[in-house]
């Protein structure tokens, strides 16, 4: 069945619906595992953000403040490239982000992954600074160091690797076979350093990955101070060599996590997503445009009409289709499973899911004991405004539909949302609450 998006929006002025509680899309978790550790909080970084409980052991084992840095994201689901669609826990720090992988039975070491965030921010063009406060090299500049010609053909013939080519460094194809083929030549610091097994306790293939890139000269500054610094790209980090650092720290990850989420902020595609909107249904729309979330390129949208007798809500979906957004069908009061199957709406972006469900209950139950006697407002409502980053922001309505309030949740290690109350925009920056959901009055 296919629908239209005009159509539809005339279709929705009309039908009947409630003010309370719209629902709204909260994570579908694929995988059954329930985490019951304690969080634990990284003071030394100066960030309130926990570290979920799937990475708590692993962090304070690994030495996790000098390997990833303090957290920068709550506990999120990011896809399993390897596994399809599947869903896996996820956090992103200063250094990276770490994934948890419960289906890897091989090594237990290999539970723990990091993401391809160097890779991707190359990809992207991001032209964030490599290596310091101010930087020669860029992550776009890099785009032509990771190019396949620039691979080197092995010391020997015939000859796999990893091979020792003594001042040269250590040669690596680059193949997850380690056979023969071009490569790259491993500084023999860098190559000491990956090889720690009480950093990397999944060795440096799993946990650093392939190198893809020579070792680069770059000029960095620090705080004051310039410096000249090497580095080399590797899949899953970039690393750099500061002769002016401690001994034990001259090697040290680049920020990719932090400048990830600088490149790709959360919420990033929502004027695109809104242009969009409005070239499909005109400008000024009939309606006011809420995004709730964005996953795996796909976005829900709350449409709330702003004419007609009928304000009830309605959804709308949209794909990015070759960096484009495009609505995938009309609005929908209640999609069904024939609607998400025929579109393929990734199980996350699904409404009425469980965790979406127990989001709202714990809402309701904050804004009845807590809400209504501060505000001295009863019967009151709720809907999820959005949700980004492990956080969700939620309208507590008014008897009349308008937002009195908002609150803000966290989903927490043990899949439970649990509500942070009303803070203002120094305290929401402080808990860590992405920037998409701040608010900035008060």
């Known amino acids: 069945m296919h629908y239209s998006l005009r159509h539809a929006l005339i279709a929705a002025l009309l039908l009947p619906g409630s003010w309370l509680a719209a629902p709204s899309s909260t994570s579908a978790l694929t995988t059954t595992t329930s985490f019951t550790q304690s969080s634990i909080v990284a003071q030394q970084s100066g960030s309130r953000l926990p570290i979920a409980a799937p990475f708590a052991e692993y962090y304070n084992q690994r030495q996790g403040l000098r390997v990833l840095g303090g957290p920068r994201t709550g506990l999120l689901q990011v896809p399993n490239t390897a596994q399809g669609e599947q869903l896996v826990y996820a956090q992103v720090f200063e250094k990276g982000r770490i994934e948890y992988h419960p289906e890897a039975q091989t090594n237990p070491a290999w539970r723990f992954a990091y993401g391809r965030l160097a890779a991707t921010l190359i990809e992207g063009g991001a032209t964030l600074p490599v290596g310091g406060d101010r930087s020669s090299v860029?992550?776009?500049?890099?785009?032509?160091?990771?190019?396949?010609?620039?691979?080197?053909?092995?010391?020997?013939?015939?000859?796999?690797?990893?091979?020792?080519?003594?001042e040269r460094g250590i040669f690596v194809p680059v193949n997850e076979a380690q056979d023969f083929g071009n490569g790259h030549y491993v500084a023999r610091p860098f190559w000491e350093y990956i090889n720690r097994q009480d950093l990397f306790p999944g060795g440096w293939l799993h946990d650093v990955g392939l190198p893809l890139s020579p070792v680069i000269e770059a000029q960095v500054t620090k705080g004051s101070a310039t410096r000249t610094i090497t580095l080399q790209v590797f899949e899953r980090t970039i690393l750099t060599n500061d002769p002016q650092n401690p001994a034990d720290f001259r090697i040290e990850r680049a920020n990719v996590g932090s400048d990830y989420l600088t490149a790709f902020p959360l919420g990033a595609d929502d004027q695109a997503i809104n242009a969009a909107i409005q070239a499909e249904l005109g400008t000024p729309p009939a309606f006011v445009a809420q995004i709730q979330r964005v996953e795996q390129d796909v976005a829900r949208v709350l449409m709330v009409p702003t004419t007609g007798a009928d304000r009830s809500p309605a959804w709308l979906y949209l794909r990015k289709i070759e960096g484009?957004?495009?609505?995938?069908?009309?609005?929908?009061?209640?999609?069904?499973?024939?609607?998400y199957n025929e579109f393929k709406i990734p199980s996350q972006l699904r409404l009425n899911n469980e965790l979406e469900r127990s989001l709202e209950t714990s809402a309701l139950s904050y804004a009845r004991s807590t809400v209504e006697p501060r505000l001295g407002i009863k019967d009151t409502g709720v809907r999820v405004d959005r949700i980004a980053g492990g956080f969700a922001k939620v309208d507590v309505l008014s008897r009349d539909g308008s937002t009195a309030v908002e609150i803000f949740a966290r989903l927490d290690d043990t899949n439970r949302w649990t509500i942070l109350g009303m803070p203002d925009t120094p305290e929401q920056i402080e808990l860590g609450i992405p920037e998409v959901l701040r608010t900035f009055a008060g």
């Open 138 to 166: 860029a992550y776009r500049d890099l785009q032509a160091a990771i190019a396949p010609e620039r691979r080197a053909p092995p010391p020997m013939p015939s000859a796999g690797g990893p091979i020792d080519a003594g």
């Open 324 to 339: 484009r957004w495009r609505p995938l069908a009309g609005l929908v009061k209640n999609p069904g499973d024939d609607f």
